[in-house]
């Protein structure tokens, strides 16, 4: 698919590709390459200029750049959103909503407002809300992108025990490299504007993984060869 | 938290706190005495009776102290009936503004007219067509607090993140459901902000629109006329005590009104 914005800004060059569930795709490349623009057109948020976007049953988890939880609601009430868009009887919304919370590990958090909480937290509540739908497919658009370090280490390992344990594909919008290897099956790297695809990595290390791995002599090589892709360019 | 501080030092810091207040009190009726026992000669001190005559007539003598307080309820009906249908009004026509944009360009360079207006312009009007007594009061009162209202509904509906639109759009919410359960709740903060400006309006609405629409029972803004009239000070500062006390407990209340709606999740000030 092709992006071109009415102002003429050549935004995505003919991207292809394809995720199936089990399947982790990370797309990598400089900032304003369009990353975030694939994703708003793979969940038609936003049109697609020439192209298409193939979809199976099932609604789509999407996770932003920043939370985007309602102040006004807590928690629980937040978990509980896309159900009650949804028409998710209330009982069915509850009981949906602490699994999810209680699989992010925030058990005990649920009547506690968004200011409340810290931003790795937020990113938790964001993700438990779109589990709550169980979807097959799921977006996250830099989700740990404004996250210090640690906790971004710490999230996605956490984010690959959930991927584990709820079998969806994953689409996801990084320009960490460490980040992009050690939570992916697939990398892709893209380029500058219009944005394409340079080159795609397979990820050989099988799941669960291990946070250590960041330290494994493979996987410092992979790095390299996926950082080197994006310095040629 | 802190541990319970000594009886001794909340003291000193409440005095601290309370101190100056009192202090300009002080100099405030020691320049007031000053004037009115030394500057005026004792013929021209109606002009401005000293505190305890004030105190004596205007607030000790019940007949007089009823009068004011009887103007001081029909004003609080006035004003209170007249924000009431501002608030009906004001965000029934904020709310269809923003539903779609034509409503908005059609309608709000009229909203911005209501605000220009000088009220006293529009006085004879509305005493022609409504008559001289509480109805036109109200409208006054209506005309004056409506416009905060509207802009402020208006501003908060539409100020909803982008963000927060796409997770709406994400799972297919159709119009109704973003207005009551997304745009609704991200206006409450602005809507409750122009509540408080609006009670304040509304109270000075009331009491202008007494000077105009002189029948029925007198509320505060005719007893302010009437003490002018017949040069009773003493009983004016009584009514202006009693208008500025209105004030104050509107905006005070609506200020709790807010804390209580929002409070929860929204910094009020």
């Known amino acids: 698919m092709s992006k071109t914005f ?79 868009l949804r028409g998710l009887e209330r009982k069915e919304r509850r009981r949906r909503a602490e699994d999810a919370i209680e699989l992010v590990g925030l058990g005990g958090f649920d009547q506690h407002y968004p200011a409340s909480l810290s931003g790795g937290m937020k990113m938790r509540v964001s993700l438990a809300r779109s589990l709550t739908l169980d979807p097959p497919l799921f977006f996250f658009d830099e989700p740990f992108g404004a996250l210090d370090e640690i906790t971004r280490e710490y999230l996605n390992a956490e984010l690959l025990r959930i991927f584990t344990h709820a079998g969806f594909g994953a689409v996801f919008i990084t320009h960490n490299l460490y980040e992009a290897v050690f939570l ?33 002599p493979t996987f410092a090589e992979l790095t390299g060869e996926v950082s080197e892709v994006l310095r040629d360019e | 938290m802190a541990e319970p501080r000594p009886a001794l030092a909340r003291l000193r810091s409440s005095t601290y706190r309370m101190g100056p207040p009192v202090l300009v009190l002080m100099v405030v009726l020691g320049v007031w005495y000053f004037i009115s026992l030394v500057i005026l000669d004792p013929d021209r001190q109606f002009l401005l009776p000293a505190p305890d005559e004030v105190l004596k007539v205007g607030f000790l003598n019940q007949d007089n102290l009823f009068q004011v307080l009887e103007g001081l309820l029909w004003t609080v009906a006035v004003s209170m009936s007249g924000l009431l249908i501002a608030i009906v009004l004001g965000m029934t026509s904020a709310i269809m503004m923003s ?68 997770l709406f759009t994400l799972h297919r919410a159709n119009r109704f459901t973003r207005l009551i359960k997304l745009q609704f709740p991200n206006a409450l903060p602005a809507i409750f902000a122009g509540f408080r400006i609006s009670a304040g309006l509304s109270v000075i609405g009331a009491i202008v629109g007494e000077f105009f629409f002189r029948k029925g029972i007198p509320g505060l803004g005719r007893l302010l006329d009437l ?43």
């Not at chain 1, 199976?56 to 009430?77: H, I, M, S």
């Not at chain 2, 005309?143 to 905060?148: A, G, L, Y």
């Open chain 2, 99 to 166: 539903q779609a944009k034509w409503v908005e360009t059609s309608f709000y360079p009229y909203a911005v007219v209501i605000q220009t207006v000088p009220i006293l312009a529009i006085v004879p009007l509305v005493g022609l067509w409504l008559g001289f007594g509480f109805n036109s009061r109200v409208v006054v009162c209506v005309i004056i607090s409506i416009f905060p209202i509207i802009t402020n509904t208006l501003f908060g509906l539409q100020s909803v993140p982008p963000s927060f639109h796409d």
């Open chain 2, 227 to 269: 003490y002018r009239g017949r040069l009773l000070t003493e009983q004016l500062f009584t009514a202006l005590v009693f208008s500025s006390l209105l004030g104050i407990l509107v905006f005070w209340a609506f200020g709790l009104l807010s804390r209580l709606a929002v409070g929860k999740w929204h910094e009020t000030t």
């Open chain 1, 184 to 216: 992916s099956t697939d990398v892709l790297v893209m380029s500058s504007r219009p944005g394409r695809i340079l080159n795609s990595f397979q990820v050989p290390f099988p799941y669960p993984r291990h946070l250590d791995l960041r330290f494994d």
């Open chain 1, 6 to 84: 009415p102002d003429g800004t050549h935004a995505v060059d003919k991207v292809s590709f394809s995720v199936e569930p089990g399947q982790f795709v990370t797309v990598v490349g400089p900032s304003g390459c369009g990353k975030s623009t694939l994703l708003r057109m793979g969940s038609d948020l936003l049109p697609v200029t020439s192209g298409e976007v193939r979809k199976a049953e099932g609604t789509l988890g999407y996770v932003f750049q920043d939370a985007t939880l309602l102040p006004w609601r807590t928690v629980q009430k937040n978990v509980e959103l896309f159900c009650e």
